[in-house]
């Protein structure tokens, strides 16, 4: 199990590392369910250095495809290795919709960041018009499948994928269980294809999209939902460790 808080464009430094102290207080002792905190680039270092001592890691929201050079405003995977990051998450369908980030331009940065050594959480999910038309399976396949062109996947933990359905995120609404479920096995069976059985197995894939302490057991509670990918509910450490525990306990059960 994996919860992980994507703090998208919230929190200045001081709130970022107020928040992430909260986190390590009531999470960051305890390793059954890996926990991880995505702030702003900004507040990266600052948020490193409390997750310091804890187990909780840090991930950034999004990085460059290149190494380094003329790409102002752009941060590279090498500077987010130096401050400490293991995960980066790509593909974000907010990166898509408002930042046109095409399936190739996902594939290239989850090239480079598996080449740095950081977990790229490669994001897929349909919109509404798509699910509505049944074209969901479709779009998630080549969503994955252009993020994942030219990778190579042998240890399960190098990679992980969040299935966030763009009709349930920040609008209150969630897949149900069987949906998610539904589409989470698909996801599994497209690794399978893609690297074998044996790595898809262990690759944990996230659900996304209005997942919060009152929904989260039945969410992760499913065969194939190996965690969470976090907006609005992880910018509180209250509702953050709530889930955090609902993962614990469907570990356990
Ligand atoms: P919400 O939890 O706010 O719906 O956001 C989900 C998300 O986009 C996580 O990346």
């Keep these: 199990?994996?919860?992980?808080?994507?703090?998208?464009?919230?929190?200045?430094?001081?709130?970022?590392?107020?928040?992430?102290?909260?986190?390590?207080?009531r999470v960051g002792d305890q390793e059954r369910v890996g926990v991880g905190v995505c702030p702003p680039s900004v507040s990266l270092l600052a948020v490193g250095s409390v997750l310091r001592g804890s187990s909780v890691r840090l991930g950034a929201q999004n990085m460059h495809h290149a190494d380094h050079g003329a790409f102002t405003g752009e941060v590279a995977?090498?500077?987010?290795?130096?401050?400490?990051?293991?995960?980066?998450?790509?593909?974000?369908?907010?990166?898509?919709?408002?930042?046109?980030?095409?399936?190739?331009?996902?594939?290239?940065?989850?090239?480079?960041?598996?080449?740095?050594?950081?977990?790229?959480?490669?994001?897929?999910g349909e919109r509404l018009e798509e699910r509505r038309g049944g074209s969901e399976r479709s779009i998630v396949r080549g969503q994955l499948y252009g993020a994942l062109e030219g990778a190579t996947i042998s240890v399960p933990d190098r990679l992980v994928v969040a299935y966030e359905p763009v009709w349930a995120i920040g609008t209150g609404e969630t897949a149900t269980p069987d949906?998610?479920?539904?589409?989470?096995?698909?996801?599994?069976?497209?690794?399978?294809?893609?690297f074998g059985p044996a790595t898809a197995a262990g690759i944990q894939i996230l659900y996304g999209g209005s997942m919060k302490a009152a929904n989260a057991r039945a969410?992760?509670?499913?065969?194939?939902?190996?965690?969470?990918?976090?907006?609005?509910?992880?910018?509180?450490g209250e509702s953050?460790?709530?889930?955090?525990?609902?993962?614990?306990?469907?570990q356990g059960a």
């Design 219 to 236: 969410l992760l509670g499913q065969n194939d939902v190996d965690g969470g990918l976090i907006g609005g509910a992880s910018l509180s």
């Design 77 to 124: 995977a090498s500077m987010l290795r130096s401050v400490g990051c293991t995960y980066v998450i790509l593909g974000h369908s907010e990166r898509r919709q408002y930042f046109f980030e095409t399936d190739e331009a996902v594939g290239a940065k989850v090239r480079q960041a598996l080449s740095h050594n950081l977990v790229p959480i490669v994001c897929v």
């Design 1 to 25: 199990m994996l919860i992980a808080g994507n703090w998208k464009m919230n929190t200045n430094v001081a709130a970022a590392t107020k928040l992430a102290a909260d986190v390590v207080n």
């Design 240 to 250: 953050f460790a709530a889930i955090v525990a609902a993962a614990n306990d469907s």
């Design 179 to 194: 949906q998610a479920q539904d589409m989470h096995a698909f996801i599994r069976e497209l690794l399978a294809s893609r």
